[in-house]
C-alpha cells in the first residue's frame, strides 16, 4: 500500500514537473505574442495546440512512473492516479468557470485589466502589449472554457496508457 501511494504521488509530481518545465520553455522560446492574441490574455490556438500534446505526454510519463513505482496486477496505483487527475482537474475547471464566468477573468472577455495611479481598473491598450513576464501570464491566462474541461480527460487517458507501458493485458485479435 505505501508503495502504491508514493507511485501516485511521484507520478503527479512527475506531470507537474514536466507540464512546467514543458511550458516554461515554450515561453522562453517563444514568448508572449505566440502564448496571447495581441493585445489581450485569450490564450492564442497554437498555445493550447502544443499545450494539449505536452500535458498528454506529461500524463503518460505520470502513469508509466506510477506503474514503475507501485507495481500492481490490478493497476490500482494507475486507476488512483487517474482518478486523481480527474477530480482535481474537473475541480479545477469548474472553479474557473464560477470565479472567472465563460468569458474568462472578469471584465470585458479577453481584454486585460491594469490599475491605473488613482486605483481604478482600467482596460490595457494594445500599446501596452508584450509586457507580460511568465509569472504574470501564469496568472492571467485565459484558454477557453472548454479547454478547462478538456484538459481532466487528456490527463487521465494519457495516464492510463502510461500505466499500460508498463504491463497491460494484451489486446484480443
Same mark, same amino acid.
Given at each position: 500500500?505505501?508503495?502504491?501511494?508514493? @507511485?501516485?504521488?511521484? @507520478?503527479?509530481?512527475?506531470?507537474?514537473?514536466i507540464v512546467f518545465a514543458g511550458q516554461t520553455g515554450l515561453w522562453?522560446?517563444?514568448?508572449?505574442?505566440?502564448?496571447?492574441?495581441?493585445?489581450?490574455?485569450?490564450?492564442?490556438?497554437?498555445?493550447?495546440a502544443v499545450d494539449l500534446p505536452l500535458a498528454f505526454v506529461a500524463a503518460i510519463l505520470g502513469g508509466?512512473?506510477?506503474?514503475?513505482?507501485?507495481?500492481?496486477?490490478?493497476?490500482?496505483?494507475?486507476?488512483?492516479l487517474a482518478g486523481?487527475?480527474?477530480?482535481?482537474?474537473?475541480?479545477?475547471?469548474g472553479a474557473h468557470l464560477l470565479v472567472d464566468g465563460p468569458g474568462g477573468n472578469g471584465g470585458e472577455p479577453g481584454?486585460?485589466?491594469?490599475?491605473?495611479?488613482?486605483?481604478?481598473?482600467?482596460?490595457e491598450t494594445e500599446a501596452a502589449a508584450g509586457t507580460?513576464?511568465?509569472w504574470q501570464a501564469m496568472q492571467e491566462a485565459t484558454p477557453p472554457?472548454?479547454?478547462?474541461?478538456?484538459?481532466?480527460?487528456?490527463?487521465?487517458?494519457?495516464?492510463?496508457? @502510461?500505466?499500460?507501458l508498463r504491463r497491460c493485458p494484451p489486446l484480443a485479435p
Open positions: 500500500m505505501f508503495r502504491g501511494i508514493l @507511485g501516485v504521488i511521484a @507520478g503527479y509530481i512527475v506531470m507537474g514537473v522562453l522560446a517563444l514568448g508572449e505574442s505566440f502564448a496571447f492574441k495581441y493585445g489581450a490574455k485569450e490564450v492564442t490556438t497554437a498555445w493550447i508509466l512512473v506510477t506503474a514503475l513505482v507501485a507495481p500492481s496486477p490490478t493497476r490500482r496505483p494507475v486507476k488512483a486523481l487527475v480527474l477530480a482535481l482537474g474537473l475541480g479545477m475547471a481584454a486585460r485589466v491594469a490599475t491605473d495611479a488613482s486605483g481604478q481598473e482600467a482596460q507580460l513576464d511568465m472554457t472548454w479547454y478547462h474541461f478538456t484538459l481532466p480527460f487528456v490527463g487521465v487517458v494519457g495516464v492510463l496508457i @502510461g500505466g499500460c
